[in-house]
């Protein structure tokens, strides 16, 4: 028998003065209140209750119990009332990891709408292009972008994302177009991190090796150079949306463009998901798909041009 086993019971006799209200009040029938009290007195080898036709009151030693039961069974309950009132309104320090651009632009600002909503949480925002191990490192979530490698991370989409090919007007003018991609071995190629670039290609996805006398490990560094006239670049759309709308920018390739690599706030499996990492996942996610940010931005600067949750 549990220790807690008839405690509720007990408490609810003596407060109510009789078995019969306290079988009402547990939703129980009376015969199984007697049978609890009775396993309990057993238990602690004490009679607590002294019984009459009309009423029961507790003994001397009774009384003492029923005051001290009295007190756990409350802050059981104030326990218990904690635990929802936290899932109601989260608290503690929610630790999220992000890429350094995409973080600054676009987690940063919604993530800060959503602390002031939550005043209780406190925020460590960590961002990086490194990837962090969110068990080892104690992060509660992640934002990666692009393909996701097999893990034992939960991965829930946050939108689309689309990776062009792009090159300014000027460069076009000087060096021509690309017709197919066999094409783009005759031109300067802005590498990145990685100098393979991942392309659609007769229905499938490859990685295409490129080359080119420009080479920077950060994508604004890319943007600025593919704007100047330097060479042709592969960038996701939030990068280069907004110059695509203004003319600055031109999309190349079309039909070999990425449209796979999503956005993903990832955290890891847990069998009770933290109200704060929960919350704010589903916040994410009601942001995106009110309308991506960047596109949004740039619908503004162009006067309208880009419709708001379309990729151009």
Same mark, same amino acid.
């Given at each position: 028998?549990?220790r +807690?086993?008839?405690l509720?019971? #007990? @408490?609810?006799v003596v407060?109510?003065?009789?078995l019969?209200?306290a =079988?009402?009040?547990?939703?129980?029938?009376? /015969?199984?209140?007697?049978?609890?009290?009775?396993?309990?007195e057993?238990r602690?080898?004490?009679?607590l209750?002294? *019984?009459?036709?009309?009423?029961?009151?507790?003994?001397?030693?009774?009384?003492?119990?029923f005051e001290q039961c009295?007190q &756990?069974?409350?802050?059981?309950?104030?326990?218990?009332?904690?635990?929802r009132d %936290?899932q $109601?309104?989260? /608290?503690? &320090?929610?630790?999220? !990891?992000?890429?350094?651009? #995409?973080?600054?632009?676009?987690?940063?600002?919604?993530?800060?709408?959503f602390?002031?909503?939550?005043?209780g949480?406190?925020?460590?925002?960590?961002? !990086?292009n490194?990837?962090?191990?969110?068990v080892?490192?104690?992060y509660d979530?992640?934002?990666?972008?692009?393909?996701?490698?097999d /893990?034992?991370?939960?991965?829930r989409?946050?939108c689309?994302r689309?990776?062009?090919?792009?090159a300014s007007p000027? %460069?076009l003018a $000087?060096?021509?177009?690309?017709?197919t991609?066999?094409? &783009?071995?005759?031109?300067?190629c802005l590498?990145?991190?990685?100098? %393979?670039?991942r392309?659609r290609?007769?229905?499938?996805? $490859?990685?295409l090796?490129? *080359?080119?006398?420009? *080479?920077a490990?950060a994508?604004?560094a890319?943007?600025?150079?593919?704007?100047?006239?330097?060479?042709?670049?592969q960038?996701?759309?939030?990068? @280069?949306?907004?110059?695509?709308?203004?003319?600055a920018?031109q $999309?190349l &390739?079309?039909?070999?463009e990425?449209?796979?690599? =999503?956005?993903? =706030?990832? %955290?890891?499996?847990?069998?009770?998901?933290?109200?704060?990492?929960?919350?704010l996942?589903?916040y994410?996610?009601?942001? #995106?798909?009110?309308?991506l940010? +960047?596109?949004?931005? !740039?619908d503004?600067?162009?006067?309208?041009?880009l419709?708001?949750?379309?990729?151009?």
């Amino acid at each position: 028998m549990s220790r +807690w086993d008839g405690l509720e019971a #007990f @408490v609810q006799v003596v407060r109510l003065g009789t078995l019969s209200a306290a =079988a009402r009040e547990l939703q129980v029938s009376t /015969s199984h209140i007697s049978r609890l009290i009775n396993r309990l007195e057993d238990r602690l080898g004490a009679q607590l209750l002294v *019984r009459t036709t009309r009423n029961v009151r507790p003994t001397e030693v009774g009384q003492a119990y029923f005051e001290q039961c009295q007190q &756990l069974l409350a802050g059981l309950t104030g326990a218990e009332q904690q635990v929802r009132d %936290y899932q $109601r309104s989260p /608290s503690g &320090l929610l630790r999220l !990891s992000c890429g350094t651009v #995409f973080g600054e632009r676009y987690i940063a600002p919604l993530v800060n709408d959503f602390i002031c909503q939550h005043p209780g949480l406190q925020l460590d925002l960590h961002l !990086s292009n490194r990837m962090v191990d969110l068990v080892q490192d104690g992060y509660d979530l992640a934002i990666r972008m692009g393909l996701l490698r097999d /893990s034992t991370l939960v991965a829930r989409r946050l939108c689309e994302r689309r990776e062009y090919i792009v090159a300014s007007p000027d %460069y076009l003018a $000087r060096h021509g177009e690309p017709k197919t991609v066999a094409d &783009l071995t005759s031109h300067n190629c802005l590498i990145g991190s990685n100098e %393979y670039w991942r392309i659609r290609l007769d229905g499938s996805v $490859r990685e295409l090796r490129v *080359r080119g006398g420009w *080479r920077a490990n950060a994508g604004s560094a890319i943007l600025d150079a593919a704007l100047k006239g330097i060479g042709i670049a592969q960038l996701p759309d939030y990068y @280069v949306d907004g110059h695509l709308a203004s003319g600055a920018l031109q $999309r190349l &390739l079309v039909t070999a463009e990425i449209d796979d690599a =999503a956005v993903w =706030a990832v %955290y890891p499996k847990s069998r009770h998901l933290s109200p704060k990492v929960r919350l704010l996942v589903d916040y994410l996610q009601q942001r #995106f798909a009110a309308g991506l940010p +960047w596109q949004q931005s !740039s619908d503004r600067e162009n006067g309208g041009s880009l419709r708001v949750g379309s990729h151009k």
